[in-house]
Nanobody, 119 residues
Framework: QVQLVESGGGLVQPGGSLRLSCAASGFTLSYYAIGWFRQAPGKEREGVSCISSTYHVTQYTDSVKGRFTISRDKNTVYLQMNSLKPEDAAVYYC??????????????WGQGTQVTVSS
C-alpha cells in the first residue's frame, strides 16, 4: 500500500524557516519523482515544487523561487522553506505519480502538514 507521510509543519513568524519532510512506505521513494503542493483556506491547491528521481531535477512555482529548496535522500524528500511570508500559510502535501519525472499529475497523496506564518 502506497503511503506518504509529511512532517515538520508548525507555527513560524514571518521571515522564519521550516523544513518539511516526506517519508514513504509501500514503494521505493528513491525511484520516483515527488512533488510538494499546498492549499490555503478558500484557495485551490497549487503545486509548489517537485524533484525527479534519476537526476534530481527540480521545479518551483515562481512565488517560492529563491526561498524554498527541495531535496531528497534515499528515504525522504525535504522542502526547506526560508523567508516565510503570511501568504505561504497552508496545508502542505507531498504526492507522487509513481513516475521518475515531474510530468504527471500525482495519484498518491499524504495527509498534509499545516504551516502557519503569523506574528
Amino acid at each position: 500500500q502506497v503511503q506518504l507521510v509529511e512532517s515538520g509543519g508548525g507555527l513560524v513568524q514571518p521571515g522564519g524557516s521550516l523544513r518539511l519532510s516526506c517519508a514513504a512506505s509501500g514503494f521505493t521513494l528513491s525511484y520516483y519523482a515527488i512533488g510538494w503542493f499546498r492549499q490555503a483556506p478558500g484557495k485551490e491547491r497549487e503545486g509548489v515544487s517537485c524533484i525527479s528521481s534519476t537526476y534530481h531535477v527540480t521545479q518551483y512555482t515562481d512565488s517560492v523561487k529563491g526561498r524554498f529548496t527541495i531535496s531528497r535522500d534515499k528515504n525522504t524528500v525535504y522542502l526547506q522553506m526560508n523567508s516565510l511570508k503570511p501568504e505561504d500559510a497552508a496545508v502542505y502535501y507531498c504526492a507522487t505519480a509513481l513516475s521518475p519525472s515531474c510530468t504527471r499529475a500525482p495519484d498518491y497523496w499524504g495527509q498534509g502538514t499545516q504551516v502557519t506564518v503569523s506574528s
